[in-house]
């Protein structure tokens, strides 16, 4: 069983930068697919980006692409998302989501049924 804690969330002003962190711990895969959702209030959850731990390759939703990056640092079990150039649409609670297997990072990014641990997730707020 492995276990998933977000942290690094909170309110920034538009334009802004926010780091979320995700721990994994408890059972752990060589290399698998790890990927970060978000929910807005009133909307579905939807697939964010997702990545192989062992760093070979990376998907990202339109709307983040070239303002978010997701990396993990193997050495602490921990993936990472980068967030730029925040917007208020950006806004929404953020979940850290694993994996058993590698290839589920060649599926869509709105799989959410390819991830069966999630962590509890981190509140972002933007404001314009």
């Known amino acids: 069983q492995m276990q998933l804690v977000e942290s690094g969330g909170g309110s920034v002003q538009a334009g802004g930068s926010l780091r979320l962190s995700c721990a994994a711990s408890?059972?752990?895969?060589?290399?698998?697919?790890m990927a970060w959702f978000r929910q807005a209030p009133g909307k579905e959850r939807e697939g964010v980006a997702r990545?192989?731990?062992?760093?070979?390759?990376?998907t990202y939703a339109d709307s983040v692409k070239g303002r978010f990056t997701i990396s993990h640092d193997n050495a602490k079990n921990t993936v990472y998302l980068q967030m730029n150039s925040l917007k208020p649409e950006d806004t929404a609670m953020y979940y850290c989501?694993?994996?058993?297997?590698?290839?589920?990072?060649?599926?869509?990014?709105?799989?959410?049924?390819?991830?069966?641990?999630w962590g509890q997730g981190t509140q972002v707020t933007v404001s314009s």
């Open positions: 408890g059972y752990t895969y060589s290399s698998n697919c």
């Open positions: 990545i192989v731990t062992d760093g070979s390759r990376t």
């Open positions: 989501a694993g994996s058993s297997s590698s290839a589920y990072c060649w599926k869509s990014l709105q799989m959410e049924s390819d991830f069966r641990y």
